[in-house]
C-alpha cells in the first residue's frame, strides 16, 4: 500500500506538548522502579536484561493519574505496565526489531499483567516493515468437538460468568504461534533472547503492581481461590490478596518460557505442557471443556490481507475480521465525514478537555449504525462471508452515504442494521458480551518498521485456570450463546475450529500522500474497544489534538444503545446537552487502556510522541 517517503508531520496544535516532557520522563522511571525487582543474571544469551532498581514510587491502580506523553527521536515502546515497556526499550536498545521488542513485551505482561493477556490467550498484530503492511491473526479457535449447543442448557443460555469459569470457555490459545510466524519473517534478534526479560522476572520476582492487587482484593476475585494454583500464587496462606510491593516469583512460567525460548512455539502446543493444558481444561470439577491435544497441535496462525481505508488525508490499516475492530471504525469514520465534527473540538472543564454534545452526538450516532452492522454481519469470514464476500459492500460511498442520512438533530436509540449489496443471508442479530480484560502495545524501532499488537485472554483472569504459571483464556465466551434466534442463524454462533468475533482494533494510520506511518495505536475494553481507539482517532486527525492528549480525552459513545459517558470525567452540561438531543445518558466507569505513538515532527529532532492512558499503569519509552 503505502511507499517509503520523507518523514510527514502530524497535525498538531502549537504548545501542545509539554515541556517537561523528556524521552524516558521521570514518571516512566518512578514507574518502572515502583514495579521492579533486583536481577541476577540470566541464561546465556546475546541480549542482556538487567531490570532497573531505585526508591519507589507506585502509580495508584486505579482513578485518573495524568501522565505527560513522552518524545523520542529514534524508537519508541508503549505498554501497559513499566517493566514490560522497559522490556520492549532494551531489545530496541539492542538493535531489535518492532517485532521483536512486541514479543519481549508481551512475554512480560503475561507475567506482571497476568490478569490481562499472556501465553494462554491470543492476539492481532498489525506490521508495517517501510514497505507493506501485514496482518497477523493469532485468534484463539473453538475445539474440534465444540458444537453451536456449547453454552446451552436444556435450550437456554448459561449464566455468564458459570461459562467463563473452567474449561467450557477455554480456546485454543493463539498468540505464540502468531507471534513465533511474524518472527521468523520480521525478527532481528533471535527469538531466544527476547524471552530473557520475562525469565529473570519469573525467576527473581517483581513487584506486584497496584492495578493487580487491587483486582486480587476486589470482592469478584473471591473465585480466583477455587483454583488451587491460582489461591497459591495470588494469595497468601491466610487468604488474602498479595498486595501491592509484594515481590512474586513464578519459576513454573520461567521454566516454560525457557523451553519455548529454547525450542519454539511446539514445546507450548506439543509435549507436557499441552498434555498439562488439557488436563486442566477437561477436568474442571463443575465445567469442563472440549479441548484437545489435536487443537493444539494443529492451531494454524494466519496472515490475512490488512482492512485499510482513507479519512480525510490519511490512511488507515487494521485488523479484518474476525476481527471487527477495524470494520466498524473504517464505518464509523466514513460516516463522520458527512458530517461537521471537526468543527466541534473539544472545551474546557474543570476536570481538562472534554468534548462538546454535538461531537459526542455525531460520535454516538456514527457508533450506533456501525455497531448494529458488526452485530448482524460480522464474524469468521472462514464460516461467514461478509455481505458481498468482503468489507467492500459495507463501506461501499452509496451504503455509507444512505447511513450517514439517518443521523438527524436528535438520536435514533437503537440503529437497525442496513442492507449493504450481497446481504442475501438471513441473519440474526448477536448480543453476546465482549469483557474487558486485554492489553496493547504499540512499538516503531529505529529503522520505521512499526507495530500495533492488542493481545488477550478475555475476561480478567481468564477462565480462572492457573496451568503452569500461566492463566487460560475464556475466549469462547465471544461467541453467540445462542446459534439462532427466531430461527435465523447468528452468525457469530460456535462453530467446530471457527474463531470468535473480537472487537480488538489495532491500527497504523499514514499519510495518504506519502505512504509516512503517522500513529501506532489500540486499546483493550471489550465491545467499547471500537470507541476507544475512535475517540482518539477522532482527537488527533480531526481535532489537531496529541496523542496523549487524545488518549486522555474522556471516554463516550454507544455500541447502538444507551450513550455511554465516563464516570468522573463528564459534565452535567455535557450530559444535558445529549439529553436535550434525545439521547439516553449513562455515566459509567471506561477503563480504556489506549496506546498510542505518533509522528510529531517532520524536520525537527524529535520523531516520535507517544501517550499512554491515565486509567492504568502503561509508560512509554524510547530514545
Known amino acids: 500500500m503505502a511507499t517509503p517517503a520523507r518523514h510527514t508531520a502530524h497535525r498538531t496544535r502549537a504548545g501542545f506538548i509539554p515541556a517537561q516532557q523528556r524521552t524516558r520522563s521521570s514518571l516512566a522511571t518512578l514507574l518502572l522502579c515502583a514495579l521492579a525487582a533486583c536481577a541476577s543474571p540470566g541464561p546465556d544469551s546475546q541480549f542482556s536484561y538487567t531490570p532497573p532498581t531505585a526508591p519507589a514510587a507506585p502509580e495508584g491502580a486505579s482513578g485518573f493519574t495524568p501522565k505527560p506523553g513522552w518524545q523520542a527521536q529514534r524508537f519508541m515502546v508503549a505498554a501497559a505496565n513499566p517493566l514490560a515497556t522497559d ?43 517501510g514497505k ?21 442448557r436444556d435450550g437456554k443460555p448459561l449464566p455468564f460468568l458459570e461459562a467463563v469459569i473452567g474449561g467450557r470457555s477455554v480456546g485454543t490459545p493463539g498468540a505464540l504461534r502468531m507471534l513465533e510466524m511474524a518472527h521468523r519473517e520480521h525478527g532481528k534478534l533471535p527469538w531466544k533472547d527476547l524471552f530473557a526479560p520475562a525469565i529473570r522476572l519469573a525467576e527473581d520476582g517483581f513487584l506486584v503492581s497496584p492495578r493487580l492487587a487491587t483486582m486480587l482484593a476486589a470482592p469478584e476475585a473471591k473465585t480466583l481461590r477455587n483454583d488451587p494454583d491460582m489461591a497459591a500464587y495470588f494469595f497468601n496462606p491466610d487468604g488474602s490478596p498479595r498486595a501491592a510491593g509484594t515481590r512474586l516469583k513464578n519459576p513454573e512460567l520461567a521454566k516454560v518460557l525457557r523451553d519455548i ?50 479519512y480525510r488525508v490519511y490512511r488507515l490499516c487494521g485488523m479484518p475480521p474476525p476481527s471487527s475492530g477495524a470494520l466498524a471504525i473504517a464505518q464509523m469514520l466514513a460516516i463522520l465525514d458527512h458530517t461537521d465534527i471537526v468543527k466541534h473540538p473539544p472545551v474546557q472543564a474543570d476536570f481538562g478537555l472534554e468534548p462538546s454534545p454535538q461531537a459526542v452526538h455525531l460520535f454516538s450516532e456514527a457508533g450506533r449504525l456501525a455497531y448494529a452492522d458488526r452485530n448482524r454481519y460480522v464474524a469468521d469470514p472462514d464460516f461467514v462471508p461478509l455481505p458481498g464476500g468482503s468489507a467492500a459492500s459495507l463501506l461501499d460511498p452509496a451504503y455509507i452515504k444512505s447511513r450517514a442520512a439517518l443521523i438527524g438533530e436528535r438520536s435514533m436509540g437503537v440503529a437497525r442494521p442496513g ?22 502495545i504499540s512499538v516503531v524501532d529505529a529503522q520505521g518498521r512499526a507495530v500495533a499488537m492488542t493481545t488477550t485472554i478475555e475476561n480478567g483472569f481468564g477462565a480462572q485456570m492457573m496451568v503452569r504459571g500461566f492463566l487460560l483464556n475464556n475466549q469462547l465466551t465471544d461467541f453467540s450463546f445462542l446459534p439462532a434466534e427466531n430461527g435465523q442463524p447468528i452468525a457469530n454462533r460456535v462453530q467446530p475450529n471457527k474463531r470468535p468475533r473480537s472487537s480488538m482494533a489495532p491500527t497504523l494510520v499514514f499519510m495518504r500522500n506519502s505512504g509516512a506511518l503517522s500513529m501506532s495505536v489500540g ?51 455535557l450530559a444535558d446537552g445529549l439529553k436535550a438531543r434525545g439521547h439516553d445518558v449513562r455515566v459509567i466507569v471506561q477503563t480504556s487502556g489506549l496506546q498510542a505513538i505518533q509522528r510529531s515532527a517532520p524536520e525537527g529532532k524529535v520523531m516520535w510522541f507517544g501517550g499512554a492512558d491515565p486509567r492504568r499503569e502503561g509508560v512509554v519509552m524510547g530514545d
Open 87 to 129: 522490556a520492549g526499550y532494551q531489545v530496541l536498545k539492542a538493535g531489535g526489531s518492532a517485532l521483536d521488542a512486541a514479543i519481549a513485551v508481551q512475554m512480560v505482561l503475561g507475567l506482571v499483567e497476568p490478569q490481562s493477556s499472556g501465553i494462554g490467550g491470543g492476539a492481532f498484530l498489525m506490521h508495517w516493515d
Open 132 to 152: 507493506h503492511v501485514q496482518a497477523f491473526d493469532g485468534r484463539e479457535t473453538a475445539p474440534a468437538a465444540a458444537t453451536p449447543e456449547l453454552f446451552l
Open 261 to 310: 525460548a529454547a525450542k519454539g512455539s511446539s514445546a507450548f502446543y506439543e509435549g507436557s505442557v499441552a498434555r498439562d493444558i488439557v488436563a486442566k481444561v477437561r477436568k474442571h470439577p463443575t465445567n469442563p471443556g472440549l479441548l484437545s491435544e489435536a487443537d493444539l497441535a494443529g492451531y494454524k496462525p494466519k496472515q490475512r490481507e490488512a482492512l485499510c481505508t482513507d
Open 419 to 440: 442492507t449493504p449489496a450481497g446481504a442475501t443471508l438471513a441473519l440474526a442479530d448477536d448480543r453476546s458480551p465482549e469483557l474487558p480484560s486485554t492489553s496493547h
Open 523 to 573: 486499546s483493550p475494553g471489550g465491545s467499547a474497544i471500537i470507541n476507544y481507539v475512535g475517540k482518539t482517532l477522532v482527537g488527533t486527525l480531526d481535532w489537531g489534538l496529541d496523542a496523549q492528549q487524545a488518549i486522555s480525552l474522556p471516554n463516550f459513545g454507544s455500541r447502538n444503545g444507551p450513550t455511554e459517558l465516563e464516570q468522573g470525567r463528564s459534565s452535567a452540561a
